[in-house]
């Protein structure tokens, strides 16, 4: 056996052991750390415990009880669906007897949340203004998530989110999801 080294042989082995190198270096490379926020994100959705839902314009929060429901598939969260019904300041701060559209909204919110394997608490409050109500309920729930749904309407004197919304977006004492519902989408409850 005789063995000859010609230049165009010794390239191609130079060529052949580097392109090795470079391949097996690129599959054992140690890939850079994640950046810092990008694992925050990750452990604070994981770390979501106490989700409310506050059911403020019946479409529009309907579909945010199905947004939460949808956050919550894998987890244990625990849901809340909390009606705050809005009492006029001349008017006693008492409970109406019996008001149909709250019962009607609170049982498709529920029912909504009992298709995805939720089983929701629910709470019916009353208040002179609903974003304060709302805000001191996650206080005393310790609630992780604010998931509001709203339709965008034009009413003079208020932001483009509504005054209840805006309310709790500034002040929640947690994380807050609004799901802005376009006005042709929302699906009204149906009269029973």
Not at 31 to 39: D, F, I, L, N, S
Not at 40 to 63: E, H, K
């Amino acid at each position: 056996m005789n063995l000859a080294f010609t230049p165009l042989g010794i390239a191609l082995a130079v060529a052949f052991t580097s392109g090795l190198a470079g391949t097996l270096g690129w599959m054992l490379r140690v890939p850079p750390p994640a950046p810092r926020g990008a694992t925050s994100t990750v452990r604070s959705v994981r770390s979501i415990r106490r989700i409310l839902v506050p059911i403020i314009d019946l479409g529009a929060s309907v579909r945010a009880v199905e947004l939460a429901a949808r956050l919550n598939q894998g987890r244990e969260a625990e849901m809340l669906i909390v009606y705050v019904h809005e009492i006029p300041l001349q008017s006693p701060l008492v409970m109406p007897d019996h008001d149909p559209r709250i019962e009607k909204a609170m049982n498709a919110a529920a029912f909504l949340a009992t298709q995805h394997a939720i089983e929701p608490r629910t709470k019916v409050n009353v208040a002179r203004q609903a974003g304060h109500r709302i805000v001191e309920i996650a206080r005393e729930e310790a609630t992780d998530l604010i998931v509001m749904g709203i339709t965008l309407q034009n009413r003079p004197n208020e932001g483009p989110l509504g005054r209840i919304a805006d309310y709790v977006i500034r002040n929640a004492p947690c994380e807050v999801l609004v799901d802005r519902v376009p006005r042709q989408k929302v699906t009204i409850i149906p009269e029973a």
